[in-house]
């Protein structure tokens, strides 16, 4: 199959605010031995991870967005100049979906089981995660491509991937949420609480959630939540502790840092689990060891990056996060969808990060229909 000389992505030539987003002309990719070559479809134009993240320094990165915000756009921080990148043009994006249009070159790998278990052949229906996929194709390592069943939409498997694989895998070995359990999620109405709200009521567990409008309110309802706190309006450890009569969360799975964390030390219970998921209100301060004795607690502060690291392990949890797409069990919220063009992504980032905004969801770039 013959490939054009260039194409055309999404990126960014200097720091700055959404303004420096931009539709570009770049080379092709180059095929790698190692590397599958996808012909992107729809791309989520969110997600839970920094480019800082990607580039394996793995540590918690402050955010700049309101409470009540979706997670942070995974660009965000270093398009403004917080954390160094490799070089400019970058291209913008770390998931989409799209079909397969070249296959890893190297017979070794071809020969490898964990590689044949994926079953990738050219035309397969994948969604893939990597740096630098916002564009018209993008050459992935073998272990980051999934493939994506029949009955699932390209547009769903872009939405659902990155925060999928972040909810299943949190839930799983942050804390394993079982049946008879309670968990709060801050917040529940963004695109990753919905998704750990559903995971967490196909165990069996009781979610309470917070959130800052009644429209929200309502959606997470919708997705699941049992008592949804409007923590404007509410004093939140004053109502999980009303819900749970006394005894506090089994764990609380926490994306908004900063202006909530330490509460959570009052409304969990002894031998309760922390989990510091995201940074939208700020970084957590520094927490002394000796802060978790009172109640025996676990505090994590995990990255999905590290707990999808070998072949075997993203296999897993790709196949686990498919199969609940497949079943209905996982829905995924749809905010909005924006054009391949200098103006969407520009309008995309303004709506995704206004302080006091409206989206509750995930937000897409339509490349190509499907």
């Not at 013959?2 to 992505?9: E, G, H, K």
């Not at 402050?62 to 160094?84: A, E, F, H, M």
């Not at 917040?187 to 995971?199: C, D, E, K, M, S």
């Not at 996982?330 to 990060?353: C, M, N, S, W």
Request: charged residues 20%; positive net charge.
């Amino acid at each position: 199959m013959s490939f054009p000389s260039t194409m055309q992505a999404l990126s960014f030539s200097k720091h700055g605010g959404p303004e420096v987003m931009e539709k570009i002309t770049v080379p092709f990719p180059t095929q790698q031995p190692g590397n599958v070559i996808m012909k992107v479809r729809p791309l989520p134009h969110t997600s839970p991870f920094t480019v800082y993240e990607c580039y394996r320094i793995i540590r918690p990165v402050p955010g700049n967005g309101s409470r009540g915000q979706p997670s942070i756009l995974n660009l965000d921080v270093s398009r403004k100049g917080l954390y160094p990148i490799k070089g400019f043009p970058q291209l913008s994006g770390m998931e989409a979906s799209g079909t397969i249009v070249a296959l890893p070159t190297d017979e070794t790998l071809l020969n490898d089981g964990q590689y044949k278990l994926r079953g990738l052949k050219l035309g397969s229906r994948v969604v893939v995660y990597t740096l630098g996929v916002h564009a018209e194709y993008a050459s992935v390592p073998w272990a980051k491509v999934f493939p994506v069943p029949d009955s699932v939409s390209l547009e769903t498997a872009a939405a659902a991937l990155l925060q999928g694989l972040t909810a299943i895998t949190l839930m799983t070995e942050s804390h394993n949420v079982q049946k008879g359990e309670s968990v709060l999620v801050h917040t529940v109405a963004g695109g990753l609480g919905l998704l750990f709200t559903q995971i967490a009521k196909s165990r069996g567990a009781t979610v309470i959630g917070t959130t800052s409008t009644e429209a929200k309110s309502e959606l997470a309802r919708s997705y699941g939540a049992d008592h949804v706190i409007l923590y404007p309006k509410e004093n939140t450890v004053d109502r999980v502790l009303e819900i749970t009569k006394g005894e506090g969360v089994h764990s609380v799975f926490d994306g908004v840092g900063k202006d909530t964390f330490m509460e959570n030390f009052k409304l969990v219970r002894r031998k309760g689990t922390l989990v510091n998921v995201g940074n939208a209100s700020g970084a957590v301060e520094p927490i002394a060891p000796l802060k978790l004795v009172d109640k025996n607690l676990k505090l994590v502060r995990p990255s999905m990056a590290n707990y999808i690291v070998t072949p075997e392990e993203s296999q897993h949890y790709g196949q686990e996060l498919m199969k609940l797409l497949e079943t209905n069990k996982l829905k995924v919220e749809i905010a909005g969808t924006y054009p391949f063009t200098t103006e969407g992504v520009r309008q995309a980032q303004t709506d995704l990060t206004t302080p006091g905004g409206k989206v509750a969801g995930k937000l897409l770039i339509k490349i190509a229909d499907e």
